[in-house]
Each structure stands twice: as structure tokens, then as C-alpha cells.
């Protein structure tokens, strides 16, 4: 009995076992860790081959088996992120050149039309859509796309200007 219940294991779920191995290493990038949670899924299914007799989709089981062991493990690892002096100051160079960027932008929205500057306020600084911004200005919708396209147009041309200067 014993014989036949590992020779009927082997036939049903070991096929599976290259596929399980692909979507480890997909979700875990190393070939170590990978072979680890398929490993760990055979026990499972080992122990657990009762149970499958009912599975319909043996290898949709057992992949999802792999995902669940992947996350689980990824949960568990904690990222580690090393950084140096030089990160730093990268990090704080990027944070004042956007913070430049954006000064600039609310110059040149500034520079626009004061219907045009508001629809940009609305739709971009307070993340209002169409319909919010028609209502606040008491304008239909079209109206606020035409304002939006024309404040764009100027911006493009502003920051034309301002590249070639």
C-alpha cells in the first residue's frame, strides 16, 4: 500500500515540480531560497496527499501553494537598504532640485490668466476632476477643458522660453 501511495505521489505531483521551481525563483530571485519553498511545499503535499485526492487542478494547487510560501517568506525578511554619505547627500540634491521645479511651476501658473491659473489650481494642486472644477468656477465642463488646454499650451511655451534662456 505504502509502495503504491509514493509511486501514485511521484506520478501525480513530481511533473509539477519544475513549474512550482520557475515561479519561486520568480517571486524570490534566488535559485537557493526557491528550491527551499518547493521543498517545503513537497513536504506539505506529502502530507497533505489525503486531502488532494479532491483536488480538481492539482497544479493550480500547488502553484498557489508556492505563492503563499513565497510571501510568506518575503514577509518575514526584512529589507535592508544601505545607505551612505554620498545616497544622502544624492538624496537631498534630487529634494531641493524638485523643490526648484516646483517653485518654477507655480511662477509660470502664476503668469497665466486668472481663469486659467484656477483651473490649473483646481485640477493639479487639489486633485479636483471636471466636473468639481466646473462647478467651483460656474462653468460647464467643455469650458474647463478649453481653459486646461490653453494653460497648457502657455505652460509649454513658458517652459520653451525658460529652457532656452
Not at 500500500?1 to 520557475?22: S, V, Y
Not at 554620498?86 to 534630487?94: C, D, F, P, V
Not at 507655480?106 to 468639481?132: I, N
Request: charged share 35%.
Amino acid at each position: 500500500m505504502k509502495r503504491d501511495e509514493t509511486a501514485q505521489f511521484k506520478h501525480d505531483f513530481l511533473p509539477l515540480q519544475p513549474a512550482m521551481q520557475r515561479m519561486a525563483e520568480h517571486l524570490l530571485g534566488s535559485e537557493e531560497d526557491a528550491a527551499d519553498v518547493v521543498q517545503d511545499c513537497f513536504v506539505t503535499l506529502w502530507e497533505e496527499r489525503e486531502k488532494l485526492r479532491r483536488v480538481v487542478n492539482r497544479e493550480a494547487w500547488c502553484i498557489m501553494l508556492v505563492k503563499r510560501r513565497c510571501v510568506d517568506l518575503l514577509r518575514k525578511r526584512k529589507p535592508t537598504v544601505e545607505i551612505d554619505e554620498r545616497t544622502m547627500a544624492l538624496a537631498e540634491e534630487q529634494s531641493r532640485e524638485d523643490e526648484e521645479r516646483l517653485r518654477l511651476a507655480m511662477q509660470m501658473v502664476d503668469r497665466l490668466p486668472e481663469r486659467q491659473a484656477q483651473a490649473v489650481r483646481l485640477k493639479h494642486f487639489d486633485a479636483a476632476d471636471t466636473d468639481s472644477i466646473a462647478a467651483e468656477m460656474h462653468i460647464n465642463a467643455g469650458n474647463v477643458y478649453t481653459l486646461l488646454s490653453r494653460a497648457y499650451n502657455s505652460l509649454k511655451q513658458m517652459i520653451l522660453e525658460y529652457e532656452n534662456r
